[in-house]
């Protein structure tokens, strides 16, 4: 199968991959660099692991990983973006919103389970009574649970919104930029802009939010020197997280005849960005495994150190919160526990 980065792979300049690897290693930010190791195989990927799990050591030398439980809270969503499944799927399906009292059992549960990191994930939904609701919720947690870390992930809000959410205790916030070229971003995402939501990242870096960013690989129309930009455009921000994601074509969503994301070049850019940007919490999602079987491992492998629990959204829910795909990967606790141990990571 060629995806958009396999057909531009004849258009990047050839340098010795040991040269890469070891200007890399050195810090070196160069695009045409960038580009050749985001394409390594075989024993130069491998390569390119090993050099990122010494990352990954150098800076978390107790080999913890952090494991999060999500908890879908509602999939309304008022974007129209055109790899997203949620909002297609959802206008025929049914629609939901996980009440309050019933978020303090999930989060109840969870607690008692020992998870301490809890993320709280939507669609884009920027009315004032879905936020006034989203608040209450995390002042719950935070007054019951006081050493729990909450992670929000709801999409563009306002200023006033992101500080009444600061306010109220979350502690992260994760808002992926997608892609860092303009055009491609305004394909994928038309009713939104790439400066809207870099405003956005900002905003909440400035609000005292833990946050994340990062992007989807193998988008229709992107190419690997966009990726290389991507990872460029991590440097612009004050992070505790990055990420990255594999597209999927999702079946309900407007690129669901469209190539899937490659694998490999996900785990290479995950692994560039663990090199680059040691200092990270970098997730192993689940799309990876979607992507290919044993690709959450390997993304664990690549120098990824958090992983999330799909234990927090009832199971009658979980078919209404299709990301990616209405048959996703959602992998539980004996399934990470096994893979953490392959790793050599704990938590």
């Keep these: 199968m060629r995806t958009a980065q396999s057909r531009q792979v004849n258009k990047m300049p050839k340098f010795n991959k040991r040269f890469v690897l070891q200007n890399i290693a050195e810090g070196s930010l160069s695009k045409d660099l960038l580009c050749e190791a985001i394409l390594f195989k075989g024993k130069e990927s ?6 990122a ?3 990954l050591r150098e800076c978390f030398p107790t080999g913890e990983a952090e494991i999060r439980s999500v908890i879908e809270v509602s999939n ?3 974007r129209q973006c055109n790899f997203c499944n949620i909002n297609s799927y959802a206008n025929g399906g049914k629609k939901y919103v996980i009440g309050y009292k019933e978020f303090m059992e999930i989060a109840g549960h969870i607690y008692g389970r020992k998870r ?3 993320l709280i994930q939507s669609g884009e939904n920027r009315s004032q009574k879905y936020v006034d609701h989203i608040c209450r919720c995390v002042s719950g947690i935070k007054q019951r649970f006081h050493d729990l870390t909450v992670i929000l992930c709801l999409g563009d809000l306002s200023h006033k919104q992101y500080k009444q959410l600061r306010d ?6 994760i808002l992926k930029f997608e892609t860092s070229n303009p055009v491609l971003y305004k394909k994928i995402k038309p009713d939104s802009s790439l400066e809207e939501r870099i405003a956005c990242i900002e905003m909440l ?3 005292g939010f833990d946050v994340g960013t990062g992007n989807i690989i193998g988008l229709p129309g992107q190419g690997i020197k966009d990726l290389a930009e991507d990872l460029l455009l991590i440097s612009k921000f004050k992070l505790t997280m990055a990420s990255s994601s ?5 079946e309900s969503s407007n690129y669901k005849d469209e190539p899937a994301g490659d694998l490999g070049i996900a785990l290479n850019y995950m692994a560039l960005m663990r090199i680059v940007y040691p200092w990270l919490l970098i997730p192993s999602t689940s799309s990876l495994e979607k992507a290919g079987k044993g690709g959450q ?5 690549a120098g990824a150190n958090a992983i999330t629990v799909h234990d927090g959204t009832p199971a009658g829910l979980r078919k209404y919160f299709p990301i990616y795909s209405t048959n996703r990967f959602a992998p539980q606790e004996k399934y990470i526990k096994k893979i953490a141990a392959r790793s050599g990571l704990t938590f």
């Design 53 to 55: 799990r010494q990352r």
């Design 76 to 78: 309304i969503c008022q």
């Design 297 to 301: 491992f390997l993304g664990l492998m």
């Design 46 to 51: 491998k390569e390119l692991f090993k050099l």
């Design 246 to 250: 594999v597209f999927i074509p999702g």
């Design 205 to 207: 870096i400035e609000l």
């Design 116 to 118: 301490r990191v809890i």
């Design 168 to 173: 109220s205790g979350a502690d992260r916030y």
